[in-house]
């Protein structure tokens, strides 16, 4: 069975960092990209960074280039979300998923949330004053 388990969230304040996890079950893990995005309250889910299946390929959304870094631990089967430097709009619920990618390059990272076909439940991510 194909799951994905995130770790990590909490209350943090503004400024402060939080190491989110994403533990990977039930498939060959270097197969898949494996993506982060986030849930904000009233808002839709957007992408927030990907990392290819090689780990050599990353992406960030304009949004948190520079205080976020992606990185994966294909003998762990895991992915780590790094953030640092939180805002009060980084607020949200943070999910990962994992979208096979084998058929092509180990480069290569999906460019739509459509080619992410394995989720996670989700971790909390809150930043406060």
């Known amino acids: 069975q194909l799951q994905l388990v995130e770790s990590g969230g909490g209350l943090v304040q503004i400024g402060g960092s939080l190491r989110l996890t994403c533990a990977t079950s039930g498939f060959t893990f270097d197969h898949y990209a494996i993506g982060w995005f986030r849930k904000a309250p009233g808002g839709e889910r957007e992408g927030v960074s990907s990392i290819s299946r090689s780990g050599t390929t990353t992406w960030y959304a304009d949004s948190v280039r520079g205080r976020f870094t992606i990185s994966r631990d294909n003998a762990k089967n895991e992915v780590t979300l790094q953030m640092n430097s939180l805002k009060s709009e980084d607020t949200a619920v943070y999910y990962c998923?994992?979208?096979?990618?084998?058929?092509?390059?180990?480069?290569?990272?999906?460019?739509?949330?459509?080619?992410?076909?394995?989720w996670g439940q989700g971790t909390q991510v809150t930043v406060s004053i």
């Open positions: 998923a994992a979208g096979y990618t084998n058929h092509r390059g180990p480069n290569y990272y999906p460019v739509s949330r459509d080619e992410y076909t394995v």
